[in-house]
């Protein structure tokens, strides 16, 4: 899962999942721009999306696991992800003339909506995957902000220990442990190791 920062693609033999916080703020700028009353594509965009993902919520709170949505509504599915790319389609041809810089900002938003229309509703099709990354980049946005009020990590080794110990203690917290729980027993030599399945 990532932000469709071009050099992710260079990956080609992995399932790619793009994050939905983004799809979510650049097509409210969009909206921002539109004159009052009209309608809007990327609002349509959004709104698609944001119902998609209060569809996947609904079916695991009703008992579907992360490994099975078999319980979602698939006609309202359906539905959703119709309005999400008729909306993407219709800003793509809106904005086709790029007659300003605004315009073709736009207009790379609706054809990115369109190119990895897979990419971004993909927590629809495999639970696992979550309708953002946030939590991945609030663990990486962490290192910067240690480096910058404390002034440490100076050295890659220091980065590299830290990032280390960061990770272990978010995947243990992500598994239910505790993060005081996690370090005592890694200090016993007794790590914890999540169950993959």
Not at 16 to 34: F, Q
Not at 98 to 107: D, G, P, Q, V, Y
Not at 139 to 161: D, F, I, N, P, W
Not at 178 to 196: G, K, M, N, S, V
Request: proline residues 5%.
């Amino acid at each position: 899962m990532h932000d469709a920062w071009a050099p992710y693609d260079t990956y080609p033999a992995l399932t790619h999942a793009l994050g939905n916080a983004h799809a979510l703020r650049e097509p409210h700028a969009v909206t921002d721009t539109t004159p009052r009353g009209r309608w809007c594509w990327s609002q349509q965009s959004a709104d698609a999306l944001r119902e998609m993902n209060q569809l996947v919520k609904d079916a695991l709170a009703a008992g579907d696991t992360h490994d099975d949505l078999g319980g979602i509504d698939a006609a309202a599915l359906t539905a959703a992800i119709h309005r999400y790319r008729s909306a993407a389609l219709l800003g793509r041809e809106a904005t086709s003339a790029r007659t300003s810089k605004l315009m073709a900002e736009h207009h790379a938003l609706a054809r990115r909506l369109i190119d990895r229309q897979d990419d971004y509703p993909r927590f629809t099709t495999d639970p696992r995957v979550p309708f953002d990354n946030n939590a991945a980049e609030r663990e990486v946005r962490m290192v910067k902000l240690r480096q910058k009020v404390s002034g440490c990590l100076r050295t890659l080794t220091g980065a590299q220990q830290f990032r280390a110990i960061r990770s272990y203690l978010a995947t243990a917290a992500k598994h239910g442990t505790h993060f005081f729980a996690a370090l005592t027993t890694l200090a016993e030599d007794r790590p914890c190791l999540p169950t993959i399945t």
